[in-house]
């Protein structure tokens, strides 16, 4: 059923939404440059990988020894307007048709995070990731790590279709409001480097 709902939502939001994603497709060349679409290696259910697809929003300005420089200087104020608004993500309307997302799950992350989690949050590997879901709705990237896997394994042991909708809802209310976008001191969110265990 929740694969269903997903075809029935997003072929539809895809067509209804083309001519946004086309205006913005020539707004990220036009001010950004190509590639239009970021393209990205991110783990899927049971962490099989998958590419991820953006609409890109940074440069590729680089320092005198070849480096990218840091992500706050390379985001533009149109590339955190893109973020704001959520434009960023339309591209993966496109991965939900393939199966390789759904529309509400864990966001998938890096693949370079899959050795770094617990037992208690790999268990967000156990369902498709999303482009929206429970701990997004909850701080999105204003919240630590430990407390979005948290939400993210909350959700795999409670997830139900009313849920699902609920937090669909949700999601638009926090893009209107432009909630959570990113976290203090960083563009996004800072990187994970593995739980803090204490004692």
Wanted: glycine share 6%; proline share 6%.
């Amino acid at each position: 059923m929740k694969r269903l709902f997903d075809l029935v939502v997003s072929i539809p939001a895809l067509l209804l939404l083309s001519p946004v994603i086309l205006v913005t497709a020539v707004l990220v060349r036009t001010k950004l440059g190509s590639p239009v679409l970021f393209k990205q290696q991110r783990p899927g259910l049971h962490g099989k990988p998958f590419y991820l697809y953006k609409f890109r929003s940074m440069t590729d300005a680089r320092d005198r020894e070849g480096a990218l420089l840091p992500d706050h200087v390379r985001l533009t104020p149109f590339g955190k307007l893109l973020r704001k608004l959520s434009l960023d993500e339309l591209p993966q309307l496109i991965n939900v048709i393939r199966g390789d997302i759904s529309l509400v799950g864990p966001r998938p992350l890096l693949m370079e995070y899959l050795p770094l989690y617990s037992e208690e949050q790999a268990k967000r590997h156990n369902v498709r990731p999303g482009i929206t879901g429970w701990a997004q709705i909850n701080g999105r990237n204003a919240i630590s790590w430990e407390e979005k896997f948290k939400l993210d394994v909350w959700y795999v042991e409670n997830r139900s279709f009313l849920l699902d909708l609920k937090i669909l809802f949700l999601t638009f209310a926090k893009v209107l409001k432009s909630e959570g976008v990113s976290q203090t001191n960083h563009v996004t969110m800072e990187k994970f480097t593995g739980t803090k265990l204490s004692g």
